[in-house]
């Protein structure tokens, strides 16, 4: 299996936290990041971490949420911490697989942010 899988999303409160997990399958992959979709909503960037370890954020992911990945490259977190309802989306893991040159993108885990 090529496809990354997410895991570690839930119901969580509001100044709640979750840890996602993105585990490619084996691959290791050069960069990797962290989207979400809210309804409605275009998937948008939350994070991404490049092959050389340089990070970007989204503004309104800033200081609450962190992005990081294992030393062998094949598997991703993103610790979220301070989690407002405006978080609620479905979120997905996209990775670009250093054998093949190729993104691939995982199925996604919802996150709720509600009481």
């Known amino acids: 299996q090529v496809q990354p899988v997410e895991s570690g999303g839930g119901l969580v409160e509001p100044g709640g936290s979750l840890r996602l997990s993105c585990a490619a399958s084996?691959?290791?992959?050069?960069?990797a990041g962290w989207y979400r979709q809210a309804p409605g909503k275009e998937r948008e960037l939350v994070a991404r971490?490049?092959?050389?370890?340089?990070?970007i954020y989204a503004d309104s992911v800033k200081g609450r949420f962190t992005i990081s990945r294992n030393q062998a490259k094949t598997t991703m977190y993103l610790q979220m911490n301070s989690l407002k309802p405006e978080d609620t989306a479905v979120y997905y893991c996209?990775?670009?697989?250093?054998?093949?040159?190729?993104?691939?993108w995982g199925q996604g885990t919802q996150v709720t942010v509600s009481h």
């Open positions: 084996g691959s290791i992959f050069s960069s």
């Open positions: 971490i490049t092959s050389g370890g340089n990070i």
């Open positions: 996209n990775i670009l697989r250093t054998m093949t040159a190729t993104y691939y």
